[in-house]
């Protein structure tokens, strides 16, 4: 599914629940409304139909998420940016499985300790909150790897500079205000989470660097 048709699905559903519940119904709903949505369209107990596909919904998130990130470490590993080990593959599923498994004992890790927030809702907030900070580094991350690298571009080629030097330039300053902005509201728990998950992402990289200096001086030895 394209990022086109989620949007289109996406609107349709604040659409329906804007049309079947009232505000007080999304109000007492909370993050249950997709439920409630659906016990006021289908008779009892079809309405747990709802709660069915928000499972397998889940479910479908989770192994996206896996792949992306097991992905990711199998080509950052190639690119010995990582320890080899995480590149992995095995013998009969032909999967990066030790990326697999690093994934879940992270996630376990981070599911004990959302247990202690007090609510569902807190941890949704303080979650979303931190990956948009994050987002908002690796894109302007991109953006900036992209002016740097076609700079070459504002004297030799104006018109694509455009393209590929303005317009990200101007969007890696628009990612950059917004990540400031939001982080100056944030409370202490989402802050340590965006910015500590940033902060982790330095320590593979000192890693690797340590390991490529040791391995080019063993090479000239």
């Known amino acids: 599914m394209g990022n086109g048709q989620r949007i289109l699905f996406f609107i349709i ?6 049309i079947v519940l009232t505000d007080a119904e999304i109000e007492a709903a909370n993050t249950n409304v ?17 709660v069915l596909s ?6 479908g998130t989770i192994e996206t998420q896996i792949l992306c990130f097991t992905r990711s470490m199998f080509s950052m590993s190639r690119a010995n940016m990582l320890h080899p080990r995480w590149a992995k593959i095995h013998p009969e ?21 959302s247990s202690y927030l007090p609510t569902v809702s807190k941890i949704l907030e303080s979650s979303i909150l931190a990956i948009g900070l994050q ?5 302007s991350l991109a953006g900036l790897a992209s002016v740097w690298y076609y700079r070459g571009m504002l004297k030799s080629d104006p018109k ?34 965006g ?20 391995t080019a001086a063993v090479v000239k030895a």
């Open 13 to 18: 559903m604040l659409i329906v629940v804007l």
């Open 54 to 59: 928000t499972i397998l919904s889940t479910i």
């Open 135 to 139: 987002i908002c580094f690796y894109m």
């Open 93 to 113: 599923w032909q999967t990066p499985w030790f990326a697999t498994v690093g994934i879940w004992a992270m996630g376990l890790v981070l599911l004990f300790m």
């Open 160 to 193: 694509g500079a455009l393209t590929h030097v303005v317009w990200p330039g101007l969007a890696t300053a628009f990612m950059i205000f917004i990540g400031v902005y939001g982080a100056l509201e944030f409370d202490r728990l989402t802050m340590a989470v």
């Open 34 to 50: 997709l439920y409630a949505i659906a016990e006021k369209l289908f008779p009892h107990p079809w309405g747990y139909l709802a």
């Open 195 to 214: 910015v500590g998950g940033l902060a982790l992402g330095f320590l593979p990289l000192a890693l690797s660097y340590l390991r490529n200096r040791k």
